[in-house]
């Protein structure tokens, strides 16, 4: 992985320590910095740092005057920590089980317990310690993360480890870096999008387990959308426009999906009127009547609350003076909408596909009225 080892002294050098005072320790060579070995599984510095403070998990060099560096013994034990956490072991056991797989004792834990430099000599005749037990594979998903992740982009290892472990500083951090740095579609469609998925999975195959993982997970990724305008340049807004409504279907509770459209938009210039979860018949009416809108998305994540009528009865609504009606444009999105009942209607693939199909009633410089 890219930047996990940060120039590590080549072995038989004799390179002097930090105090100039003799040889670095021999395990130095192959030894990281807690930067990168947090870039390398994927959760942030504070978090080894405390795990170092409460469980002992903490790197074995420690050359004075440098920084710390985890030699191949630690990182396997961090490793191993990751792995069990992510299984849902807490974390106290996972920290207890990972000491006596990698370090051959169940050391003490506490933050301020002074390590021993060596350990006790073996009792006369003891027979000589069983190696530690070989390490399972990691499981699909990969890099620890529990989740059945497939083939995805690396961003998402590393957002799925952290909803795993429920750290939402690194949640946001990974989120907002994704947004920043891909565009919002990108990252919605590559990245959020396939580890909610992964994490909806792994709710339904574990009975209740998980769920505090998704819902955590949905609010940073929900608490992201909405700060887009902070994180990304936006189109000047198309002022006196008409508006897209976006709403969910009467009894759709699930509303994400409608956010990051609505932040996509907006990084487009494009105006909304965003309505949320659960709408009810009569106040998407009243809404479309009320904005005038060139453009009503209607969500449905599930078939049983797809309502073709309200679909039609919306696309049928005019307004204006005689000779110059106008009637919206119905996009029904989402997957609980039946591609057959929807001929006739505009069909979006995904959320790039809606954002440029929705821009085209917004020519630039023009103030368009949806005909």
Known sequence: MPGEVDSPVSPGTGAPGADGAGPAHPSSAAAVTTGALARRLGVSPTTLRSWDRRYGLGPALHAQGRHRRWAPRDIAMVEEMCRLTAAGAPPAEAARVARQRFAGEDSPAPADAARSSKAPPAPEGAPPPA??????AARAGGAGSGLPLGDVRQECRGLARAAVRLDAPELERRLAESVGQHGLAVAWEEVMMPTLRAVG?????????????????????????RSAPLLLPRAAPRTGAPPVVLACTPGEQHSLALEALTAALGERGVPTRMLGAAVPAEALLACVRRTGAAAIVLWSQTRSTASMPLARHVAGLEWGAAGARRRPVV????????????????????????????SRLYPAGGDQRSG
Not at 201 to 225: A, F, N
């Open 201 to 225: 999975r792994k709710w339904e195959s574990s009975g209740d387990r998980y769920v505090e993982v998704e819902h955590l997970l949905s609010w940073h990724i929900s608490s992201t959308l």
């Open 131 to 136: 190696p530690p037990p070989a390490r399972p």
């Open 331 to 358: 996009l029904p999105v989402g997957p609980g909408w039946d591609r057959r009942a929807c001929a006739g209607f505009t069909r979006c693939s995904g959320l790039r596909d809606a954002v440029e199909a929705l």
